[in-house]
T-cell receptor, first 112, second 115 residues
């Protein structure tokens, strides 16, 4: 079955520290992968996407993600976290019906 | 500005009182979808529409209806709301064809509380 797992429900990092949010997927074909961010009271904003080609993709706000087929992973990274990055982050895989299958989400807290 | 607009943003109502959440997009997108977001479950698809007059069930369609009479609008209808439909709802849209699998654009969400 198609699924996405985000193993970390809640992560706390200090401002300026590096960040890695984990995402593992289960999907039979070549996946289309996305990371979205949701700030409190807001909708979902696309951070980055992977369709094909270079496995390291760059996104907005200084985020990047690496697709590793052998590990079925698409982890999100940022070298230096800012307080404004505190939000909930969702990894998703695009199914062939067009729907997005979302992970459970990871809440990021940033300590000053 | 390209956007997906949902109304209302917040609604508190009672069990059994029919309600409609509207969704409109100005990007001429063929594909539209409704999701609900619940803590610990992420977002789950309720219904989707590939084009006008073409709708299909997602993963959690029970208790919901949709219609797609116009390309830009995709209302979500709760004929007889129940407390287990208390949730945060998102409408999304994207193009199809050459833009298939392009990212979906999301509205700002509608928080429904069913008492």
């Amino acid at each position: 079955a198609q699924s996405v797992t985000q193993p970390d429900i809640h992560i706390t990092v200090s401002e300026g520290a590096s960040l890695e949010l984990r995402c593992n997927y289960s999907y039979g074909a070549t996946p289309y992968l996305f990371w979205y961010v949701q700030s409190p009271g807001q909708g979902l904003q696309l951070l980055l996407k992977y369709f094909s080609g270079d496995t390291l993709v760059q996104g907005i706000k200084g985020f990047e993600a690496e697709f590793k087929r052998s590990q079925s992973s698409f982890n999100l990274r940022k070298p230096s976290v800012h307080w404004s990055d505190a939000a909930e982050y969702f990894c998703a895989v695009g199914a062939n019906t067009g729907k997005l299958i979302f992970g459970q989400g990871t809440t990021l807290q940033v300590k000053p | 500005e390209a956007q997906v607009t949902q109304n209302p943003r917040y609604l508190i109502t009672v069990t059994g009182k029919k309600l409609t959440v509207t969704c409109s997009q100005n990007m001429n997108h063929e594909y539209m979808s409704w999701y609900r977001q619940d803590p610990g479950l992420g977002l789950r698809q309720i219904y989707y529409s590939m084009n006008v007059e073409v709708t299909d069930k997602g993963d959690v369609p029970e208790g919901y209806k949709v219609s797609r009479k116009e390309k830009r609008n995709f209302p979500l209808i709760l004929e007889s709301p129940s407390p287990n439909q208390t949730s945060l709802y998102f409408c999304a849209s994207r193009g199809t064809g050459a833009t298939s699998n392009q990212p979906q654009h999301f509205g700002d969400g509608t928080r429904l509380s069913i008492l």
